[in-house]
Every structure is written in C-alpha cells, then in structure tokens.
C-alpha cells in the first residue's frame, strides 16, 4: 500500500512538471528576431543613386529641348510666312524696276531731257528740271528699294535654312538623350528589381532628385549667374592692379588663384564658401554652402573671330560629390556666359594666346600701335 502511494506521488510531481513546462514560464512564447535587411555597398549605392540623378536631368534636358523644339517650329512658321510676304514685294518691285530700267534702255527718259532743253523760258527749264530730277529720284528709290527687298529676303532664306538646321539638330539631339533616357532606366529597373532593399533605394533616389531640384540646381544658377556678371570686369581689374608685363608690342597678363578668388569675393558674398584654384589644365571650383557641396571643372580656350576671345568650356560638375551629366554643363554654359573678352580693356589689344599652370592663368595679348596712335 505504501508502494502504491509513492507511486502516485511521483506520477503527479511529474505531471505538474509537464505541466509547468506546458504552461509555466520555462515555455514563453517570443516572437522570432527579425533579420535586418543587409544594405548595399557604399560603391553600389552610390552607383545606383548616381543613375538615378542621372536620369532626373536628362528627363530635363528632354524637356528643355521640347521648349526649344517649339520655339524654333514657331520661329520657322514667323520665317516662312516674312519670307513669302517679302517674295511678294520683291516680285512687285522687280516688275516696276524692269519698267523704270527699260523706260531708260529705249529713251522714254531722254524724251525729259529734250524737253527741258527745248524750253522757251527759264521759268519752263526749271519747271521741267524740277520734274525731271523729281521722276529721277523716284525711279532711284523704286530700284534702291528693290534692292534693299532682295537682300532682306536672301537674308531670310539663309535664316530660314540655318534655323530648319537647328531644328534637325535638336530633334536629332531629342532622339538621342531620349534613347540614352530610355537604357539607363531599364538598366536602373533590372538593378531596383533584383535588390531586396528596392523600396528603399527608391525613396533615396527620390529624395537626391528633390534635393537637387530644390536647392542643388537653384545655388548651381546663382554661382554661374554672378560669374557671367563678374568675369567681365575681371580683365580691367586685373589690368589696374598693375599684373601685366610689357614685352615689345605684347602684353601678358597674369590671373593668380588669389587675384581670382579676392576679386570674385569683393564681388559677391556668394563666394565666401568658394574656392578658385588653376590646377593641372583646369580652373576648379570647390564650396560648400547650407551642406550642399558643389564643384566644377573647365578649361579656357582661345576662340579666334574677329574679336577674339577666351571661351570657358565646362568639363564636370558635381552636386554632393555626384557627377553631373554632359547635359547639364551644356544648359549652364547656354544660359550663362563665363568666357574672357580681353579686348573690353581696351580697343588696342587682341587675345593672341592662352595658357594655365598651376596656380595661375596667363593671357598673352597684343598691342595694336595704331589704336594708339590714330
């Protein structure tokens, strides 16, 4: 009997083990650890999101050349119908010119002269000289104005041509950003579309692109518009702060990073947070303002016109240490004029040559005599 009560005893300590177990605090339920989603290398990130502002200004760049496109359309409409009107006068005067040229050719005219001539008083001469210079003059105004009708519409037709040109260019131009347009977004769409982290991507990709529209691009245009407006009067600064050296009829004037950078500060406080230098073939362009980090690169090239000067072509820019593509560099240089026209020192003086060393560009100028001395 007594076996048989410690039997029991130990099936119910075992029991209310099990069932400790079961519902006691040793079996708590916890919710399995969620996994953190591995993040992308800082090189395929920064890829990734480099496409991505990629794509946002080329997606401007088509829509730039959309305006344009119309514009020009327009222009060329304005063009043809100036031009039809103007074929019209021109037809209308070379008839009435053939008339007054034939009227010469067969001596209707010489009819006048006789007449004059044939007067039987001064009064009559005069009378008959005054008509005859009157129909003269007027037969002169008739071919003056035909020939001035013609060369208008010649000139209007080589505009036309020129701008139908430029109208091939820029759709010729739409095609291909639009192409380039459409591979780079697929190939940011396979890449989006095998990523585990593809939502996230996106929103940083959208967040880059609002950035840049909002603060990037508007702080690029107010750089590149008080450059346009102060380059101008760089080379009469620099010429009065005596950095120009003499040799025979040629000039040669020196432009230092220090010049440059003193200069454009005095100018615009804008430039406080920007740095100018003239290193390795460039002048490059570091700042930083309200966290917006910005750079550019370009080479000066002399353009020989008639009126040479020193173009500024801009190589690359960068928005937070993201390369920009061609197509912006192209739209700033379309709005923005950043060239050297050394000639607005004065008349005298031609641009013959250009060179930049480090830390410094140098503007070899010659020295017209005559301007001097006439």
């Known amino acids: 009997m007594k076996r048989k009560s410690s039997f029991y005893r ?11 177990c079961l519902y006691g605090p040793f079996h708590t339920s916890y919710p399995e650890p969620v996994l953190a989603l591995e993040e992308p290398s800082t090189e395929e990130f920064r890829q990734l999101l480099q496409k991505g502002l990629s794509l946002y200004e080329i997606e401007r ?48 005219r010489e009819s006048l002269m006789l007449l004059m001539f044939s007067a039987e008083s001064l009064s009559d001469f005069l009378a008959v000289y005054d008509m005859t210079q009157t129909i003269m003059e007027l037969d002169n105004r008739k071919l003056k104005q035909y020939n001035s009708s013609y060369t208008r519409m010649l000139e209007q037709k080589n505009t036309l041509v020129q701008t139908r040109e430029e109208l091939r260019e820029l759709r010729l131009a739409f095609v291909q950003q639009r192409n ?48 346009a407006k102060h380059m101008r009067d760089l080379p009469q600064a620099v010429a009065s702060d005596q950095q120009v050296k003499r040799k025979g009829s040629t000039l040669h004037l020196t432009i230092t990073d220090q010049t440059l950078n003193q200069f454009l ?21 570091r700042g930083e303002s309200d966290g917006i980090a910005i750079s550019m690169k370009g080479t000066y090239t002399l353009v020989e016109e008639e009126q040479p000067y020193i173009a ?14 061609d197509t912006t560099a192209a739209d700033l240089e379309d709005r923005f004029d950043l ?3 050394p000639h607005l020192i004065t008349d005298a003086v031609e641009v013959e040559a250009v060179q930049m060393e480090d830390g410094k560009l140098d503007i070899q100028l010659n020295v017209s005599l005559k301007d001097f001395l006439f």
């Open 180 to 227: 380039e347009h459409t591979a780079l977004q697929a190939e940011l769409d396979r890449e989006l579309a095998s990523h585990d982290q593809a939502e996230q991507i996106q929103a940083h990709l959208n967040q880059l692109s609002e950035g840049w529209e909002e603060k990037g691009l508007p702080l690029f245009e107010a750089y590149f518009q008080s450059l």
């Open 10 to 20: 130990i099936i119910k300590l075992y029991l209310c083990l099990f069932l400790a």
């Open 61 to 108: 760049e088509l829509s730039r050349l959309q305006d344009k496109e119309h514009y020009v359309s327009s222009q060329i409409e304005l063009l043809t119908l100036q031009l039809e009107k103007e074929a019209r006068q021109v037809d209308l005067l070379r008839e009435q010119a053939g008339d007054i040229l034939r009227s010469y050719y067969m001596g209707d």
């Open 312 to 325: 500024f072509d801009i190589v690359e820019l960068k928005y937070n240490y993201y390369l920009l593509p």
């Open 265 to 285: 500060r005095s100018k615009d406080d804008l430039f406080t947070n920007m740095t100018f230098q003239f290193e390795d073939g460039h002048l490059v362009a």
């Open 339 to 341: 060239s050297f026209y």
